[in-house]
């Protein structure tokens, strides 16, 4: 096994370098006020872009990110930078909306394998706030897992454990304790040779905590947990790490840094887009319109009020990101009288009251 493949790399990345006879193919590990750190084939080096690349990438998005696979080529005599000419298609993506930028997406890690869902078990766990990373995991092509951590602090884990799997049935969770080290060994068995995976959560449910313990060593600054629970963002980059056993971790900042830009809700609300789809109406707004199934699961319990609030709430989110301040005020208006048929209709309605008076 060759260095790159014990870096992620694998058939689909090899056959569509073969295309770029005049560069090499490579692994962005980190980045680093505009240079990247990349593994090659003969090891680790640093690499700026080409001009003609920067020249050509219209969005933020085509730009090289931790985890990209990249095709550079080095320098002459290893003397200075190797240059990248070219970010292989990705198999997934975790984006965010680029701060300062309208329209604009960031790519914030690339290329991840499996996402492991970390919520702590004390004052962390939050199931709205479980369906959100489930979503975003979802959109970035990547399989979620979810990680119940400290779970020596709560009195019941098995309760938590039974309500996920309403939230998120067939999504494995696993339970870890700080202080029962057997209780990383489901965690480890999912960090094969190859595989990339990223931990992802609020600041201070110890996702550094869970790389340090696989690593066996402190890789990641921890925070200190305050007594609500919340702990400092300690790790500000992104960093590609080689496990000891084989496994890849993407450590990635805390999720308030990832919006919802396209949530893939169809997988994180199933049972909610199934009920859609039986709806007397195609375009049934789930409010008062006869023939609604969301309306009858929620009235009869099937569905709960706060997992159907949240579902939309997320809607609106990713309805209104990207909108100018008139497009956003326009959709807001809309969902105020989309009982009305929205603001058009509603305007007319009070014109039509209008003259009859």
């Not at 970010?87 to 329209?103: C, I, N, Y």
């Not at 449910?205 to 963002?233: M, P, Q, Y």
């Not at 008139?326 to 009982?339: A, D, P, S, V």
Request: charged share 25%; hydrophobic share 35%.
């Amino acid at each position: 096994m060759d260095m790159l493949t014990n870096y992620g790399a694998c058939e689909r990345f090899y056959s569509e370098a073969s295309r770029y006879h005049d560069w090499q193919l490579a692994r962005i590990t980190a980045q680093h006020k505009g240079l990247y750190k990349a593994i090659t084939p003969q090891g680790e080096v640093l690499a700026g872009i080409s001009g003609k690349f920067r020249h050509a990438a219209t969005a933020l998005s085509r730009y090289p990110a931790v985890g990209d696979f990249v095709m550079l080529r080095l320098p002459a005599g290893n003397a200075g930078h190797a240059v990248i000419h070219h970010v292989l298609t990705r198999k997934s993506a975790f984006t965010r909306a680029a701060v300062g930028l309208e329209d604009q997406t960031q790519i914030v890690a690339a290329n991840i394998d499996l996402v492991f869902i970390c919520m702590s078990l004390n004052n962390d766990y939050n199931p709205s706030r479980l369906e959100r990373y489930l979503s975003v995991a979802w959109d970035s092509r990547a399989l979620p897992v979810i990680v119940l951590t400290k779970s020596d602090l709560c009195a019941d884990p098995s309760h938590y454990l039974n309500a996920i799997t309403t939230i998120a049935p067939g999504v494995d969770v696993l339970a870890t304790s700080f202080n029962e080290p057997a209780s990383y060994d489901g965690l480890r068995s999912y960090l094969k040779p190859g595989v990339t995976a990223s931990f992802i959560g609020s600041s201070g449910v110890g996702k550094s905590t869970l790389v340090n313990t696989l690593f066996g060593e402190e890789v990641l600054r921890t925070a200190r947990i305050g007594e609500n629970d919340k702990g400092n963002h300690t790790t500000t980059h992104r960093e590609l790490l080689l496990l000891p056993q084989g496994g890849i971790v993407i450590d990635t900042p805390g999720m308030r840094e990832l919006g919802v830009e396209s949530p893939n809700l169809s997988q994180s609300f199933a049972d909610i887009s199934a009920l859609t789809r039986q709806c007397r109406f195609d375009d049934c707004t789930h409010g008062a319109e006869p023939g609604c199934a969301v309306q009858e699961a929620l009235r009869t319990g099937r569905l709960e009020e706060r997992r159907f609030a949240n579902y939309q709430k997320l809607q609106r989110e990713a309805r209104y990101r990207g909108l100018s301040s008139r497009q956003l005020e326009t959709e807001k208006l809309n969902e105020m009288f989309k009982n009305l048929g929205g603001i058009k209709k509603a305007r007319a309605f009070i014109r039509n009251n209008d003259k009859r008076r």
